[in-house]
């Protein structure tokens, strides 16, 4: 199956950007999508966006859209989140995971990452 590893977290403050990016391997053809779902502390682990692995199609949380940009480099094996105008509430660990569904549901992923810490300052 796929293997994703997350990497690209750190500290930023707020209004400020950056990126996350996915590395695939493994079977990735099997995978028609890859999304980013966050977990913050004391909270469950929510849908952020995904992207096909197949077109062009993105989907975004309504707490992310307009801010946030999934992107693909087929490449690279590669899935980005840029993040821009982060904002406290944006802090938690990042993960990424993949749907062979098409088009994927928000509780149909898995193969998930390990996971990146995004803090975003005050």
């Known amino acids: 199956q796929v293997q994703l590893v997350e990497s690209g977290g750190g500290l930023v403050q707020a209004g400020g950007s950056l990126r996350l990016s996915c590395a695939a391997s493994g079977r990735t053809f099997r995978w028609h999508t890859l999304g980013w779902f966050r977990q913050a502390p004391g909270k469950e682990r929510e849908f952020v966006a995904w992207?096909?692995?197949?077109?062009?199609?993105?989907y975004y949380a309504d707490s992310v859209k307009g801010r946030f940009t999934v992107s693909r480099d087929n490449a690279k094996n590669t899935v980005y989140l840029q993040m821009n105008s982060l904002k406290p509430e944006d802090t938690a660990v990042y993960y990424c995971?993949?749907?062979?569904?098409?088009?994927?549901?928000?509780?149909?992923?898995?193969?998930w990452g390990q996971g990146t810490q995004v803090t975003v300052s005050s």
């Open positions: 995971a993949a749907s062979s569904n098409w088009p994927p549901r928000t509780d149909d992923f898995g193969s």
């Open positions: 992207v096909s692995w197949s077109g062009v199609s993105t």
